[in-house]
Structure formats: C-alpha cells, structure tokens
C-alpha cells in the first residue's frame, strides 16, 4: 500500500501516523550533449521538417539543436514549479558551454549540477545526490 496510497504524504511508522510531505526529485543524467541525434528524429517526429504533423516545436529555418535545448529549459522550469528538486549529472570529459549553461540553470541550484569524467567522479555525484534525497521511497 504505502507509499502510494496518497500520492501527496506518507505515514511513516513511528511518527505517530502523522502525515509527512513526500518529497519529488529528478536526477537528469546525460553525455553533456544537448542536441538531437544526427537524423534530427525525436519523440516529436524530425525536427528538421515542419510540415511533419507531429511536430510541435519547431519552424521553418529553425535550429533543431536550440529547439531541443529549450524544450528541455521548458521541462525543467515546469518541474521545478511543480516542487521536484532536479539533480544535473553530465557524464562526459567535456561539456559545451551552452550546455554546461542549460544543465546548470535545469538543476535546482549549482550544488545540484555534477560533471563527471570517469567512474569514481559519477560515483561521487550519485552518492552527494543519495545523501541528499535522504529518507527515499519510490514511486509509481
């Protein structure tokens, strides 16, 4: 049943069944690349092609990688609105600068942006995310 019985609170036990807020994160982890793949196809169709109906994005003459990287601000400012804490890891030896911009300003605060450039750096992240997040229950 717990935790998924209010999507709101949980009842931890031994807290005398008082309600505690439950907590929403997002730990968003990339190459450090924000851009659509080379054939410009996403889950919107290609974003190089405007007439496509399923584009929902995009104009005419428009750069498909900008288009991705603010959609992706967009998400990130919808989530954070909505109280989830964002966490940003890149996971590669170099990051653009543009992208470096738009993973920084996505996670709730500097603190909440890592770079990792070899395993033990993307352990460390993931262990300062884990403190952090603390008492952590799954949801559906």
């Not at 450090?32 to 974003?47: D, I, R, V």
């Not at 990051?95 to 993973?103: C, F, N």
Request: proline share 4%.
């Amino acid at each position: 049943q717990l935790p998924f019985a209010n999507p709101n609170t949980y009842i931890k036990p031994g807290h005398g069944n008082m309600p505690l807020g439950v907590n929403r994160y997002i730990v968003f982890m990339t190459d450090g690349a924000l851009e659509p793949a080379e054939s410009n196809y996403t889950a919107f169709g290609y974003e190089t092609n405007p007439s496509n109906a399923n584009n929902h994005t995009i104009s005419s003459g428009s750069d498909a990688s900008e288009q991705h990287r603010r959609r992706f601000r967009i998400l990130c400012e919808t989530a954070k609105r909505a109280g989830i804490e964002i966490s940003t890891v890149a996971f590669s030896t170099g990051v653009g600068a543009t992208d470096a911009t738009s993973l920084k300003s996505c996670a709730t605060s500097i603190d909440h942006y890592y770079q990792s450039t070899d395993g033990a750096d993307l352990e460390d992240a993931f262990v300062k995310i884990a403190k952090n997040i603390g008492y952590l229950r799954i949801s559906q």
